[in-house]
């Protein structure tokens, strides 16, 4: 059964699928669909959020309820007010060709007359929060007694959030012999007893193992001294210019604290817990969804409703006390069909956690080291070349084109080139060419040294845009250079290019390799790059721009003068109290420090 008419969907819910683009039903839509079609009868799934549940209780409720009567049959629970908005959004979009379908939202925190009159215009479906549902009831402003279908939704996370009282509460106002659907990504001992409770022999699907994250979801812990947590999310931050990603702190001071420090230091941050008034975090969400923020920084109950699709990271700034948390906290990425990234900046206390995490959740986390100084800056100039390949002439520049030309009339295009990239190479280089190693194993121990010395980091000109994540990668570079299970390490995929590592004996081999190695008739281009950690030993004369080139003698590699793009022709912006300045923030104090940025941002007031 690989397609939606396969699945038993009538014509004018196939419509509305075609007209969301959808190809083929996601794992549990196969499963659960033509079950729920089929019988009158309770399941229980679990499920990870952005697996495509909503469609797989949505598309069968829509198919079975009556859209000619103005009686409530249909009645979906769920924790927080965003994911009800979203389920409700969902639900009008998969039942566009339904002529006369209501389907009402009903969350505290907005009018209760407003949705009670939503509802006398005569709700098939609604989509409700526990406790305005509640209140609902009590009031006399909703009828649930005709209910034929009721769903509940993240099960887990509404029982976590205290609401089992008003799910039984809200339960006992409908009838006996309705379905009921229950959607939970995990299965704690409370969402079991609730489906014994209130569920007459489920069936039970399961996507995935029962308690495991999302498969999509690649899981990598970092080891840093505690003073050094903020210091490395930056280098995280730096290290992965696309980054769009939720950090998760363990109390809603630390959330704040974070959220402030990263704007203060240029970055394009938001902070969401409970603290703010409902509009505030509207607010938030709002320039979140719309990635005028990159990086959300959020308590773990803040973040319950969030549901946005391209989170490209989660970072645990800290690990919650509870491993069903960090199922949940790197749920958040991976979301439909895409790969994500689930982050954890962890001390030396901590590191036992990561093994009951792995316990759980099944996967092995990757060791991995917080970018030396060089990577970074070699990530953000490889990033903003990119960009700049890839963008777009803008030809309402044309007229000043004239005096731009007559500015440079002597200067060559190598030259220009160096100049252009200066401009933001600048930044990153005078911040972070005497960063130190963040690592604890490396500021513990000189062994490291010792160990680095016996492998080599590579750059190779491909990335995300060319289909790799780290694990193809890493497979197709063990294939062509016919290394064993172990012989390519450290692989790190950003979205044009990537990085990894050899052992150092290998390296003449994969660079011969890659002298004319072409891939769809292109070549790929493999370089060595700045060892991590090191960077902090070399001073101005060490190896710059971090590479050196394989044997492709077809380029011009003509570098004698490279060091122009160190040379600090800005002026140096280190303190005379010997710290920097964050590289996000410009000299000019606008917030736009954001080496690949490109949108336009508001100049900030120091
Ligand atoms: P959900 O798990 O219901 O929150 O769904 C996550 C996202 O996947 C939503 O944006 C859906 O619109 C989308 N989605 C659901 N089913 C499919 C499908 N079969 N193919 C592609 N996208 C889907």
Redesign the pocket.
Known sequence: MNTFQDLGLEERILQAIAD???????EV?QKAIPVLLEDERDLVAL??????????FGFPMLQKIDVDSRTTQGLILSPTRELCL?ITN?LKNYGKYFKGLNVTAIYGGASITDQAKQVKKGAQIIVATPGRMKDMISRGMVDITKIEYSVLDEADEMLNMGFYEDITSILSHTPQDKSTWLFSATMPKEVAAIAKKFMYNPIEITVGHKNEGSKNVSHEYYLVNSRDRYQALKRLADANPDIFSVIFCRTKRDTQKVAEKLIDDGYSAGALHGDLSQNQRDLVMKSFRNKQIQMLVATDVAARGI?V?DITHVINYQLPDEIETYTHRSGRTG???KTGVSMVIVSKSELRKIKSIERKIKKSFEQKDIPGGMEICQVQLMSLANKVHDTEINHEIDPYLNDINALFEDTSKDELIKKFFSVEFTRFFNYYQKAKDLNLEAQNSSARDTSDEKSTRYFINVGRKDGYDWMTLKDFLKEVLELDKDGVFKVDVKDSFSFFNTETEQMEKVLAFFTDFKQNGRFINVEITEDKGRSRNRGRGGRKGGSRRSGDRKRNDKRSDSRSSGSGNRGDRRRSDGKSRSPRRSDSGSNSGNFASSRPRRNRRK
């Open positions: 969301l683009g959808f190809v083929t039903p996601s839509q499920a990870q959020t952005g697996t495509g549940k909503t469609a797989a979203q969902e549901d699709d979301r439909a069909g």
